[in-house]
């Protein structure tokens, strides 16, 4: 007798949390898309026979669902919490975050973080991005200098020339006071045989900072290869 009553509550159970992973249709339309994880990285929410998944960093995740609006995720050790009103997950509050409040906004559709418009080759909205988050945060680690000179230099040992010009020419924007910004862009158009433009970023790299070696050695180069 309490074998079956254990075999019972034990069904009962499976099928509460069988039926728990589901969601409804109006929160499944309103909440698939993809968020702002940061200014620069999107997190992407979707469903899989009205399951939610989620994909984050290139990997497909299934959070464990709390409630209607809230899920876990394991992998972050983060709750996501659902606003569909507003269009934001929220991450449900904990004593790490210090009082911190993470708010992740809805991308529109087409709309593409400054990362990815890089990759796609559109350097006039991946500049318009950056220069955004540098308007809104100056001190951001998205737009450090550095920061962006090992994203343009990643791309050049990828063989992605033309993203590493457009890496570095960003650079330059946001850091135009900066003579190493302007040696790395000197690099990616020599990488490019762009000779002109290299010589032309290697001289504006100097020009900042007469004691740029690199810059004043790879200037040094290219004039004599011209004189002979």
């Not at 972050?76 to 975050?97: G, S, T, W, Y």
């Not at 450090?144 to 992605?160: A, C």
């Amino acid at each position: 007798m309490l074998r079956s009553i254990l075999t019972l509550l034990f069904s009962t159970f499976l099928l509460i949390s069988c039926k728990s992973d589901k969601n409804s249709d109006a929160f499944i339309n309103n909440s698939s898309g993809r968020y702002f994880f940061n200014a620069d990285e999107a997190i992407e929410v979707y469903f899989k026979d009205n399951v939610l998944f989620v994909k984050w960093r290139n990997k497909e995740l299934k959070p464990l669902k709390v409630n209607d609006s809230t899920f876990y995720v394991r992998e972050m050790n983060e709750k996501l919490v659902f606003n569909i009103d507003k269009n934001q997950i929220q991450l449900a509050p904990k004593r790490e975050h210090h009082d911190k409040e993470y708010v992740f906004a809805k991308l529109k559709n087409g709309e593409k973080t400054p990362k990815e418009y890089l990759k796609d080759n559109n350097y006039e909205k991946a500049l318009a991005g950056y220069l955004a988050i540098q308007k809104k945060d100056s001190l951001s680690p998205i737009i450090r200098q550095r920061t962006l000179n090992r994203l343009g230099y990643s791309y050049l040992r990828e063989g992605e020339t033309e993203n590493a010009i457009n890496v570095f020419k960003i650079n330059t924007v946001l850091y135009p006071k900066s003579s190493n910004t302007f040696d790395s862009l000197g690099d990616a158009y020599l990488k490019n045989n762009d000779t002109l433009n290299a010589i032309d970023n290697y001289k504006k790299a100097l020009t900042i900072n007469s004691e740029n070696r690199s810059s004043k050695r790879k200037l040094d180069e290219l004039t004599k290869k011209k004189k002979q």
